[in-house]
């Protein structure tokens, strides 16, 4: 999800927020049977998508000139000219082609490299209590399946219940075919289609605001600038974990 920000840290955005173990209280008060994560700034401070997009590069996996097409579609996303759901489209699809193991290997690299050293310990411990507790644990996002089935695994979450912005494979090589790209409402419907009423969702980002919505118990997890207002408006529990390493 090429969006994300956070707020750990900043007295202001952190105002009002609940402590670590109100936060785990509040959880545990509400028992959930199914409970929904974000990963890109929920599970971790950064951003899993276009960090792996920017190593894709730096690494060769993508040709120069897939790499300088992907740059400035990017580039105009953050100028506001590519909406949300087509960049997140187009930043897999720019795989296409290439065998889908070898993305894999190079997914579970990055991840372990660059990700797996900064996640909130707080949100990992509170997935695997929820776990082990037999609650169903779902992970969406808008970065690619790759990254989040790599960085869930660990967690014990299938990828039968990881719903990520994903392309279709044929005959072992990735396809310019898209799947789904869960982001904003897509991240509501994805859940729906997949028959999950979420009791918890926990996510950080104007994105996840869809998601958040159907859960009986929203938790803002290190709101962004979009997100935080809306949270606070509407009374739902706020809480900055404190990330393991620097983004």
Known sequence: MPETS???GDAPAAAGALTETEFLAAVRRAEP???VFDFDGTLWPGDAGSGFMDWSIETGLLRPERARTLQARHAAYHAGEVDEITICGEMV???SGIPENKIRDAADRYFREHVEPHLFPTMVSLVRELKAGGAEIWA???TNNWVIEA????LGIVPDRVLAACIATENGLLTERLVDVPSDEKKAEALHRSGVR???VFGNSIHDLAMLEVARFPFAINPNEGLLP???QRGWPVYFPSSSGPA
């Open 6 to 8: 956070s707020f750990a």
């Open 33 to 35: 049977r199914i409970a």
């Open 93 to 95: 699809q720019i795989y």
């Open 140 to 142: 969406v996002s808008s």
């Open 151 to 154: 960085g869930v695994r660990d």
């Open 198 to 200: 979420p009791d918890a």
């Open 230 to 232: 809306v949270a606070r």
